[in-house]
């Protein structure tokens, strides 16, 4: 009963263990960055703390035995495991609070963001992190000293904690990275898991309290201690370093297969534990152990690891053809997942299995080590976890400056050859001479084998089929010619897997038509021609708008398109941009041809930093700050969203500065939008939204409000040359089509109250439901902001409008095309509402007719617009060119969306007019009731208060939230 009881709650330890190092992670991130190396100093301190916490405990065990052999009685381990339990618990209760005070410790001492600053605080994240990981590292030597019925038995029992508790690991997780990080933040998730440990650790005190018989041989009856112990830890290192460069191998490569979200990684750990506790398992159901299964198992892991390596570039194929047979919706969204966990254990299983058997086998050969059963286990877990450190920080970073994933691989495999040769040699070879000649030929013949093996794909590796949700012509005709066409058609100019990402470049065409496109984890996050608009206005939209324009600070380099426009004013001193990867500044040359020669400008500074970090530890202030990161789904890119980094750059603003922020509305829901611009809105009391390039959305956040209404100012700047020659490089001739951008004036988000949740490092939601909204790939819109004091601020501080009111507050008829012609060739709501405005103003004119006929032909963001969409919605800026007729309810509900979808502060409907619809309702067909719901959200509208407690602020009628 003792014995089950443990095992059980050994997969409530491991559960928290693995949630604990996602939280700390996550904590830790706000103090070192949240950088490759930030990543591999945590995962270090956490395999370094159980590396001393099993050698440690081993010892401590081995001598509480003794110590309890010496007075005639029996050492009661469970009653010392049990504090060792609730000592984490404590220590898990207390982190926030320890966690402040280190970083307030950070922040007083002065230090620069890199080198000897870095490692100091390092240091101080080993204060928090060391602690409980050295406790953590007790449960294995532990119990299995405590509990083993005999010393035959001390190989299977050992074999079961291993596997229960790397179970819960497992569980832990898929909870951390699908449900409990985004549903309880950091804090509240702490405490659960701490309550969970001091509870594990009294049950265990209550049934350490009767005295147990511990595992123990009569003097001079035991076999004689064995020889070679250091055969066997260095196998257990060689191993551990193999199997987490494995790990961090595979991780990227399902990266660029799935897509580097939150959910593909802990998809990727969960198979890793999950087939860890299925070989230790294994190991416990087997009837005897020979020396057989110890050196067959380690030579089959190596032939496993062989066959993952000749098929893994085939990796983002499989993951397409797999995502083609579910839907886009939320209730395929886990069933992807599940799949795509099962079709990873189909694929690494085998694999990971035989690593997972490696240590209860070894073990195994050293349980004759008498009375020191948990010293044994210490010492050959301690050995495994410093390999494992080892192959986080080489394989998974350090080898990376120089080699590509498949070196990795092909080092880890080498790895592993040589510890089934060492074994093999332990075992089987003969003293002396024998065994060197058995390593030295194991090893020939591995390196052999591994220089033959061929080199993976980077085109089929970096395509990005992730993005593509649906069966085209090439789904379904095999990994080879897929590889094939993906060669020849689209070749690289550029590959490089640095420690952060992989960064490839690919271009099209030739000469003036030249176009390149950096992808960064197989997701395109630049073209020098689809997306220059964008990238450009990053930067000089801001600088328009701010007082000044002569320090800037650019968060992302990408394809150097937005610092260099900024470099090339003539008024800018510096720029300084932070950019996370060594594949993207090592790339920057082959894009000068495209943004104005950047990587050469004197004025502009690459610092290779995370940028949450490079600005905490500035002292600089700028007038610009623009963001350009990838999509917040992207693991490490939400951290550029949340609340704490914005006041970080808000705080790095000079009085009268702009910081800019990209966002998107492809592949993403009004959910995501709504909770980014929340938090934008929660740390910027003055906030405008402007689009670059159809979805691609731009928030400013002002330190006043005065300077961007300047119209005069504006305009003044916009005629300059230098900012002439930069807006028309984007596409943009003038003050006018530059207007036809605004989407939200100033002021308008922070009248509209928009409730719900933010985005914050200590909850962390963004990454979330942003993962989710790309796994359906939709699009999202804007919060409504058409009504109350949100309406009232959009009309008064509309640029456009002003600009219009300088003519009796109607744009000339040239304007007005120059202006739609801007708006259609984007948006399709937008061209909508300024169509329908026109056509209220003018029901005939030839110039509009053609703009709309050509904005039908056209595929803007929001579709091709209908050609009857003009007629339809001139009548809901007045109310007077409604008729009398009476209105289906089904035309109410379409007036309804029409007015919530082209609603725009630049020419605002009258809410009087949708009142008049609603008023004119009837359904014969359906109770007259949804019409008079529908009139007193209409009216409700008009009056800028909720309909009803079931919509909230600012919803417009006939509609939820």
């Not at 080993?126 to 001390?154: E, F, K, N, Y």
């Not at 379904?476 to 960064?503: C, M, N, Q, S």
């Not at 002002?702 to 209404?709: E, K, T």
């Not at 309810?889 to 007036?895: D, F, I, K, S, W």
């Amino acid at each position: 009963m003792v014995r089950t009881a443990s095992l059980v709650l050994t997969v409530v330890t491991g559960f928290t263990g693995l949630v604990y190092e996602v939280a700390w992670q996550k904590y830790l991130a706000t103090l070192l960055g949240s950088h490759s190396e930030a990543t591999a100093a945590i995962l270090a301190l956490f395999l370094g703390g159980l590396s001393i916490g099993y050698r440690l405990f081993g010892d401590v065990t081995r001598r509480l035995v003794a110590s309890a052999r010496a007075a005639s009685s029996s050492p009661r381990l469970l009653v010392f495991y049990g504090l060792v339990e609730a000592a984490i618990g404590l220590w898990a209760l207390a982190f926030p609070w320890l966690f402040a005070g280190v970083r307030s410790l950070s922040l007083l001492v002065p230090h620069e963001a890199t080198g000897a600053g870095f490692a100091f605080d390092v240091f101080l994240a080993s204060l928090l992190v060391a602690p409980p990981a050295i406790l953590m590292g007790g449960t294995i030597p532990i119990l299995t000293q405590a509990l083993a019925r005999s010393l035959a038995d001390a190989t299977r029992f050992h074999a079961f904690v291993y596997a229960f508790n790397t179970a819960g690991a497992f569980a832990g997780a898929l909870a951390a990275g699908y449900l409990l990080v985004p549903l309880l933040g950091l804090d509240r998730l702490l405490f659960w898991m701490a309550t969970l440990n001091l509870g594990a650790g009294a049950v265990f005190l209550a049934m350490g309290l009767p005295r147990r018989e511990i595992v123990a041989l009569e003097p001079g009856e035991g076999p004689p201690r064995i020889e070679g112990l250091g055969t066997y830890a260095g196998a257990a290192l060689l191993v551990g370093f193999a199997m987490i460069a494995v790990q961090t191998v595979l991780i990227r490569v399902a990266g660029l297969a799935f897509g580097s979200s939150q959910f593909t990684f802990s998809m990727v750990v969960a198979v890793f534990v999950l087939c860890i506790a299925l070989g230790s398992f294994a190991v416990s159901l087997l009837p005897r152990i020979g020396r057989a299964h110890v050196v067959a198992s380690h030579w089959l892991l190596v032939l496993a690891c062989g066959v993952v390596y000749l098929n893994l570039d085939g990796a983002p194929y499989w993951a397409h053809a797999l995502r083609t047979l579910f839907r886009d919706t939320d209730a395929a969204f886990h069933a992807y997942y599940l799949a795509g966990l099962l079709g990873l254990g189909v694929a690494i299983g085998p694999a990971v299995v035989l690593s997972g058997a490696s240590l209860p086998l070894l073990f195994h050969q050293l349980r004759r080590e008498v009375g020191e059963l948990g010293a044994a286990a210490g010492r050959l877990y301690s050995w495994n976890t410093v390999g494992s450190l080892l192959g986080a920080l080489l394989g998974g970073y350090l080898l990376l400056f120089w080699l590509d994933l498949h070196h990795v691989f092909r080092i880890a495999i080498g790895a592993l050859a040589l510890a089934a040769a060492l074994l093999t040699a332990r075992l089987y070879a003969s003293p002396g001479r024998g065994v060197r000649g058995a390593v030295a030929g194991g090893t020939v013949v591995a390196v052999a084998a591994l220089m033959a093996l061929p080199s993976w794909s980077p085109e089929l590796l970096t395509i990005g089929l992730f993005r593509s949700r649906q069966p085209g012509k090439s789904a379904y005709i095999g990994v080879d010619k897929t590889r094939a066409i993906v060669e020849v058609k689209h070749p690289l100019k550029f590959h490089d897997d640095d420690p952060t990402t992989t960064v490839s470049v690919r271009e099209e065409g030739k000469g003036p038509s030249l176009e390149r496109s950096i992808f960064t984890n197989g997701k395109s996050d630049g073209s020098t021609r689809d997306d220059y608009t964008t990238m450009a206005l990053a930067g000089i939209l801001p600088a328009l708008l701010a007082d000044e324009h002569a320090d800037a600070f650019v968060i992302g380099y990408g394809t150097g398109v937005t610092a260099g426009e900024l470099a090339a004013l003539p008024g800018a001193r510096r720029v300084t941009v932070a950019e996370i990867s060594l594949g993207v500044i090592e790339a920057a040359p082959l894009f000068d041809f495209a943004n104005q020669g950047a990587s050469r400008n004197p004025k502009l500074e690459i610092v290779r930093s995370d940028a949450y970090r490079a600005l905490l530890r500035s002292d600089a202030r700028f007038d610009v700050i623009a963001s350009e990161p990838s999509n917040p789904w992207v693991t490490g890119v939400e951290m550029l969203f949340s609340r704490e980094f914005l006041a970080a750059a808000r705080d790095r603003l000079n009085p009268g500065g702009v910081y800019a922020q990209w966002f998107h509305q492809y592949e993403t829901d009004d959910e995501t939008i709504a909770m980014v611009i929340r938090t934008y809105a929660s740390v910027f009391d003055h906030v405008a939204v402007w689009y670059a390039l159809g979805a691609d959305l731009l928030l400013l956040g002002f330190q006043s409000g005065d300077g961007p209404l300047d119209l005069e100012r504006l305009e003044r700047r916009v005629a300059e040359p230098h900012f002439a020659a930069a807006l028309g490089r984007s596409g943009i001739e003038g003050l006018p089509e530059l207007l036809a951008h605004e989407l939200l004036p100033l002021g308008v988000v922070g009248a509209a109250g928009l409730e719900g949740p933010t985005h914050t490092l200590l909850h962390p939601r963004l990454n979330h439901v942003a993962g989710r909204a790309f796994f359906r790939g939709g699009a999202g819109s804007l919060p409504f902001t058409g009504s109350g004091p949100a309406a009232r601020i959009g009309r008064e501080n509309s640029l456009l409008r002003r600009y219009a009111a300088r003519s009796g507050g109607r744009l000339p008829e040239g304007v007005l095309a120059r202006v739609a012609r801007e708006a259609c060739t984007h948006r399709a709501d937008l061209c909508g509402a300024l169509v329908g405005s026109w056509q209220r103003a003018a029901p005939v004119s030839p110039v509009r007719d053609r703009l709309v006929a050509s904005a039908a032909q056209r595929q803007s963001f929001g579709g091709p617009l209908d050609v009857r969409a003009p007629q339809r919605l001139s009548t809901l800026f007045d109310a007077r060119l409604l008729g009398s007729e009476r209105v289906p309810l089904l035309e109410a509900r379409n007036a309804t969306e029409a007015y919530t979808r082209f609603y725009s502060h630049a020419v605002p409907f009258d809410p009087r007019a949708l009142v008049s619809v609603w008023r004119r309702c009837h359904a014969p067909r359906a109770p007259q009731a949804f019409c008079k719901e529908g009139l007193a959200r209409a009216e409700a509208l008009v009056a800028g208060r909720p309909a009803s407690g079931r919509t909230g602020a600012g919803s417009p009628p006939g509609q939820g939230r």
